[in-house]
């Protein structure tokens, strides 16, 4: 009920200066006002305060230590925090920044798809394998190619090579799919929701659902009474989406994690038959 001042989506912020393409892309896309910092970072302003995206993350990971502490019953001082593959330097260290801001000593950075190999070889059988981590996450989207080795009865790690995209994940699905609605909404209304900060926000909630539904369902309805108004009364939003449609919308998205697969393979010098 409140989309200027509900950040999400900060991860694809953190690190980056203000001026970067996807800093300016992002600022098109969301609600919530993205600014240039004092030292050309890209910052985010809520009720009159700017913050820097460390920040709005340690919030995230001040309640991941409260989780932690009351599952344990005891205080969560220390943490390995994991990044996407693919974060530069600056990334790396703002996300640093947000651990420490939380009050945890961070112990090591490490990606993300190395802790996906991490927990995915501590119950599998011994012996060697090399496995393709496919990272599509809700903002970041990465590849990994690690082997697993088998030294001395204990499993070793090393990532053979790593690709991705940055600014490629679940948030862009749900982009697809609330301009879809916004068109349909707009082609029996007459009416354009994108200049309804409110209305864009439950689209966001609508789409987002209605992504999830279609992972078992071929079908769904997008329900969203009252979704607006005008002069004549209020306006429903009703539109049903099929997993075919879904699928048109984002095929492009799709055919984008390809191409960084190939390379990943390529650079560890391995052919698709050659992954376990």
């Not at 190619?145 to 990532?159: L, N």
Request: aromatic share 6%; hydrophobic share 40%; with cysteine.
């Amino acid at each position: 009920t409140n989309p200027e001042n509900t950040l999400y989506a900060i991860k694809r912020l953190i690190g980056r200066s203000f001026t970067e393409e996807a800093v300016q892309k992002d600022i098109k896309l969301v609600p919530y006002k993205i600014v240039k910092a004092d030292n050309g970072d890209a910052w985010v302003e809520a009720k009159g305060n700017k913050m820097a995206p460390p920040e709005v993350s340690a919030r995230v990971l001040m309640k991941m230590k409260k989780t932690a502490e009351e599952y344990l019953g005891e205080t969560v001082t220390e943490a390995v925090i994991t990044v996407p593959a693919y974060f530069n330097d600056s990334q790396r260290q703002a996300t640093k920044d947000a651990g420490r801001i939380a009050g945890l000593e961070v112990k090591r950075i490490i990606n993300e798809p190395t802790a996906a190999a991490l927990a995915y070889g501590m119950d599998k059988a011994r012996g060697d394998s090399v496995v393709a981590v496919f990272d599509l996450g809700g903002g970041t989207f990465d590849i990994s190619i690690i082997e697993i080795a088998e030294v001395d009865g204990e499993h070793q790690f090393e990532v053979l090579s790593t690709n991705g995209d940055t600014f490629l994940g679940g948030e862009d699905f749900d982009l697809r799919l609330i301009d879809y609605l916004a068109d349909e909404f707009k082609k029996a209304q007459g009416m354009d929701l994108r200049g309804d900060p409110l209305a864009m926000q439950r689209l966001k909630e609508g789409a987002e659902k209605a992504k999830i539904e279609l992972s078992s369902s071929r079908q769904t309805d997008v329900n969203l009474p009252y979704i607006t108004a005008d002069a004549t009364g209020p306006k429903h939003l009703n539109v049903r989406v099929t997993r075919a449609k879904l699928e048109a919308l984002v095929e492009d998205l799709i055919k984008r994690t390809i191409e960084p697969c190939r390379i990943a393979l390529n650079d560890a010098g391995l052919s698709v038959n050659e992954i376990n």
